[in-house]
């Protein structure tokens, strides 16, 4: 009768069932969230194309800022965050915290961390890499650090980071950069 009970596929469905979580057939938790660390460890490898990108990307955007201020920084949020939590969702599996650290981590987003820490590794880094709570995963600061050293800016490392404010959580950092990049520019214009 046990063997009745058992099937073949996932580990223990009945526990998982009885805890609500989806386990989609033919399908290994491993394999899905192999996928999931794959492109993000593409972005650490290629942390100085991304890095060199985004700094066009962010000159381009400075350029917009006369439009975003036209339209109205308010009115413009909901679409632009809509496109960068789908950009930086594929990429760097983005959590959306309002307050990206990529450029300064070599490309790996400290949200990643299951313990969220923004400023180093835990003391929990296993011997492989791999993170102490999600033994399968790359750990995200061990990540950073070689995504780092390929970087121009790659020192920015070691730059503290300010811990999350929550109320920037689905908020677009693109425009917040933005908007602060044009008030710093225009302190000096008003001083000449």
Not at 41 to 65: K, N, P, Q
Not at 76 to 105: N, Y
Request: proline share 6%.
């Amino acid at each position: 009768m046990a063997d009745d009970k058992q099937r073949s596929g996932n580990a223990a469905p009945a526990s998982k069932a009885a805890s609500g979580a989806f386990t989609p057939a033919g399908v290994s938790p491993s394999r899905r969230s192999r996928h999931k660390y794959t492109v993000r460890l593409w972005a650490v490898r290629h942390s100085r194309f991304l890095e060199w990108f985004y700094h066009r990307f962010a000159d381009t955007f400075l350029l917009l800022h006369p439009l975003w201020k036209a339209i109205g920084y308010e009115r413009v949020e909901r679409p632009i965050t809509f496109v960068e939590r789908h950009v930086k969702g594929f990429l760097f599996d983005c959590r959306m915290c309002g307050q990206c650290a990529l450029s300064s981590t070599g490309m790996s987003c400290p949200m990643n961390c299951p313990k969220q820490l923004r400023n180093g590794p835990c003391g929990g880094v296993r011997a492989n890499g791999n993170c102490e709570v999600e033994p399968d995963m790359p750990c995200v600061w061990v990540q950073a650090w070689n995504g780092s050293r390929n970087m121009t800016g790659g020192d920015r490392i070691m730059n503290i980071q300010k811990p999350v404010n929550q109320s920037l959580r689905e908020t677009s950092s693109w425009l917040r950069v933005t908007a602060e990049a044009a008030a710093a520019r225009a302190v000096p214009a008003k001083e000449n």
